[in-house]
């Protein structure tokens, strides 16, 4: 039963809270997860991009896309470049990329 969102699946599997409809949102991305995790990495190959820039490159939802960018994070495959742009509200996100930065 997942508990938490980093449960001992995550990143692995996508994440959830302690709801039924949470869990059941999970459960449904799973199959797909991992082949938006590998398209994702295939956008970040030409240039660091936002998630809302991933998004929109793959053609898929934001709603779908910056979860993965979270796993990617937390499977240390994507990295913070320092850079923002502003997102599609306004606000400013962070611009990833697939390389460490150096200190």
Partial sequence: ??????????????????TDTSRDAARSMDNDASRLRCQCIAALAYKNLTADEIAE?????????????????????????????????????????LTKPTA
């Fill in 57 to 97: 490159s793959v053609g898929e939802s934001i709603l779908t896309i910056r979860p993965r960018v979270a796993e990617l994070k937390a499977k240390q495959k994507v990295f913070d470049s320092g850079k923002r742009r502003p997102n599609l509200s306004g606000r400013k996100a962070i611009v990833w990329t």
């Fill in 1 to 18: 039963m997942h508990t938490d969102l980093f449960d001992f699946h995550y990143p692995e599997s996508p994440g959830s809270q302690n």
